[in-house]
C-alpha cells in the first residue's frame, strides 16, 4: 500500500501533464485553426528544432545569459538582502528603491537598457540580473529580519564578532527562506530571458519563438514553448534538489512537491 | 564533598551598579523598566531574580550579559565594567536559540571551536558534557527532532562547553511542562552542586527560586525595583524529596507569596 502511494506521487505529475496535451488536442481539433496546431504536431516539431545546430546555438547563448545573470544577481542580493534585515541604516537606504523598482516589468526597461548598451549579451543579461535580483533580496531581507536576537546572542557570547554573526548565524538560520527567493528567482530567470530576446532579437530560445512566430510557423511556435517549459521544470527541479539538501535541517517535513522531483 | 562544600570567601562576582532602564515604547513614550537597581552577586552564589512578569528581570540579566546598555548606571564583573557579551558569561534562554542546522553535537561544539579547541577536544568534551546532560545517544539528532526538555539540556551543556564564570539562565524552565521542568531543575542542581559556577536565574516561579537558590532577590512590577533580598537558608545538597517536607522551605515559599500579595503584584495592572 505504502508502496502503491509513493507510485501514484511520482506518477500523478506526468499523468496531470498528460491530461493538459489531451485537453490541448481536444481543443485544437475542435477548433480548427491554422495559428493554433495540435499538440501532436507541436510535439512532432521539437526534435528538428532540437537537431538543428543553429537552434541549438541560440538556446545555449539564451542558458549562458541566464546563468550569468542569476548567477551575479544572487552574489550581489543575498549579501545585500541580509545587510537590510539586520541593519535598520541599510534597510531604509535601499527599502525606497527597492520599492520603487519591484512592480516595473524589468522587459519594459529593455528598451532603455538597450539604447544605452546596445542589443547584445549585456543588456539581457543585466535585464535578467534585474528580474533576479529583487525576489532574492526580498527573501534574504526578510529570512535576516526573522532570525531570532536570542541566537545572534548566543554566538556573541561565545565570541563570535559582528561580521562572524552575519555570515555565521544569519546567513544559514535565514537560508530556506534565501532559497525560496532563489527558487523564484530562477523562474523569473527563465520568464525575463524570453521576454529580453523578445525585445531585443539577436539570439536565443525567444528569438527562434518569436521569429516562427513572424512567418507563420506555429508548429515551430507552440514546439518552442513546449522547450522554454520542460527547460524551466528541469532547472527548477534541479534546484529544489539542491535546495532540499542544503535545509534539510528545517522545519517542513511534508513539502507539497512544486516540480518533478 | 566537604571540600566542596566549604564556602570560598565571598568576592563579588557581578556588581550592578545603580543601574536604570528606560526603553521607547511604539507610542514614543518612555517606559521605566528598572530603576536605580544596586545587587552584588558573590562568587559561586546561585541568585535568582524573582518578580511578575514585566517587571524588568530578564532585562537586568541582559544588561549583565551585555546584551543590552543600561540607560544609567553600569554592570560590573569582577570589578570590570561590562560593555558588551564574552564567553565569561554565558546565557541559557528560554527559548533555546539552539542553531537549528547544527546538529546536537555541533551546537556544542560551536563554542569551543570558537575558542579554537582543536576538534577532536572539542568533540570529545561535548560528548561527555551530552552524557551529563543525558542526552548520550542524541548527538547527531537535529534541534528541530527534540521536545522541549531535550532542546533546554542541549543548550545548557551548549553554553557550558565553553566554561563561562557565570551562567545567565532567562526563564530557562518557562516553556516547559511541569514534569520536564521539575526534572531540569533537579538535574541542574546536580551540575550546579559539582562546580558551584555563580547563577543568576531569572524566574516568575516562588517554588523554583526557593529550591535552587542561595539568595532570591525579590522584584517589584514596573518600574522593576529591587523589593527584598532573602537569604534563603537551606542545607546543600538539596534534595527535592526531602525539601518539600522540609518545613523551613514550606515557610520561605509561603512567606515570599504573602509579600507579592500584600503589595497587589500578582495583580493585573490596571
Redesign the interface.
Known amino acids: 500500500m505504502i508502496a502503491g502511494r509513493a507510485l501514484l506521487a511520482r506518477v500523478t505529475p506526468l499523468l496531470a501533464c498528460c491530461g493538459l496535451l489531451a485537453v490541448w488536442q481536444a481543443a485544437a481539433i475542435a477548433l480548427h485553426n491554422d495559428s493554433f496546431p495540435t499538440a501532436v504536431d507541436a510535439i512532432r516539431a521539437i526534435p528538428s528544432i532540437l537537431g538543428d545546430k543553429d537552434a541549438l546555438i541560440n538556446i545555449m547563448a539564451s542558458l549562458r545569459r541566464m546563468a550569468i545573470g542569476f548567477t551575479v544577481a544572487v552574489a550581489v542580493s543575498i549579501p545585500l538582502g541580509l545587510l537590510m534585515g539586520r541593519s535598520r541604516f541599510v534597510a531604509s537606504f535601499f527599502n525606497p528603491l527597492l520599492m520603487v523598482i519591484y512592480p516595473v516589468p524589468k522587459a519594459a526597461l529593455m528598451p532603455i537598457i538597450m539604447l544605452w548598451l546596445g542589443v547584445g549579451d549585456l543588456s539581457k543579461t543585466l535585464v535578467i540580473f534585474l528580474g533576479v535580483s529583487l525576489p532574492v533580496i526580498y527573501h534574504s531581507f526578510a529570512g535576516a529580519k526573522a532570525v ?1 536576537e ?2 545572534l ?2 554566538g ?5 564578532s559582528a561580521a562572524q554573526r552575519l555570515m555565521r ?1 544569519v546567513l ?2 535565514a ?1 530556506p527562506e534565501i532559497l525560496t527567493g532563489c527558487r523564484t528567482g530562477l523562474v523569473l530567470a527563465l520568464i525575463t530571458m524570453i521576454t529580453s530576446e523578445m525585445i531585443a532579437r539577436q539570439s536565443g530560445a525567444g528569438n527562434i519563438l518569436f521569429n516562427a512566430l513572424d512567418m507563420g510557423e506555429y508548429d515551430t511556435v507552440f514546439a518552442m514553448i513546449i522547450i522554454v517549459g520542460a527547460m524551466g521544470i528541469g532547472l527548477d527541479a534541479l534546484f529544489e534538489r539542491i535546495r532540499a539538501r542544503l ?1 534539510r ?3 517542513p517535513q511534508f513539502d507539497i512537491p512544486l516540480s518533478f522531483s | 564533598m566537604a571540600a566542596v562544600r566549604a564556602r570560598k570567601p565571598a568576592t563579588a562576582m557581578i556588581e550592578i551598579d545603580h543601574v536604570s532602564q528606560v526603553f521607547q515604547t511604539s507610542a514614543r513614550q518612555d517606559h521605566l523598566a528598572l530603576s536605580d537597581i544596586s545587587l552584588t552577586i558573590e562568587d559561586g552564589a546561585f541568585v535568582s531574580i524573582l518578580g511578575p512578569s514585566g517587571c524588568g528581570k530578564s532585562t537586568l540579566l ?1 544588561i549583565v ?3 543590552v546598555r543600561p540607560t544609567k548606571g553600569a554592570a560590573r564583573m569582577k570589578g570590570k565594567t561590562i560593555s ?4 565569561d ?3 541559557v ?1 528560554q ?1 533555546f ?6 546538529s546536537v553535537l555541533g551546537n556544542v561544539m ?2 569551543p571551536r ?2 579554537g579547541v582543536r576538534h577532536a577536544d572539542a568533540e570529545a568534551q561535548s560528548r561527555a558534557l551530552l552524557e551529563m546532560v543525558g542526552l548520550k545517544g542524541f548527538e547527531n539528532f ?3 527532532e527534540l521536545s522541549g526538555g531535550m532542546k533546554q539540556r542541549v543548550a545548557l551543556a ?2 557550558l562547553a ?1 566554561h ?1 564564570e557565570v551562567l545567565l539562565m532567562d526563564e530557562p524552565f518557562g516553556a516547559l511542562d511541569a514534569h520536564t521542568r521539575t526534572r531540569l531543575q533537579n538535574d541542574l542542581l546536580n551540575i550546579w552542586e559539582r562546580d558551584r559556577k555563580t547563577v543568576l536565574f531569572v524566574t516568575h516561579s516562588v517554588e523554583e527560586s526557593v529550591f535552587l537558590s542561595d539568595k532570591v532577590v525579590m522584584m517589584t512590577r514596573s518600574p522593576g525595583r529591587i523589593r527584598q533580598v532573602i537569604d534563603i537558608d537551606l542545607p546543600r545538597p538539596r534534595r527535592r524529596s526531602e525539601l518539600l517536607l522540609d518545613p523551613r522551605y514550606q515557610k520561605y515559599v509561603v512567606d515570599i507569596e504573602r509579600m507579592f500579595d500584600d503589595s497587589g503584584e500578582n495583580e493585573l495592572p490596571p
Request: charged share 15%; no cysteine; aromatic share 20%.
Open positions: 531570532e536570542k541566537m546572542w548566543s556573541a557570547a561565545m565570541g563570535l548565524i544559514p538560520a537560508l535545509v535541517w528545517s522545519e | 541582559y550579559g551585555g546584551f558588551g557579551p564574552g564567553p558569561r554565558g546565557p534562554f527559548e536559540a539552539l542553531f537549528p542546522w547544527k560551536y563554542g570558537q575558542q537535529y534541534p528541530k551548549r553554553t565553553y563561562p
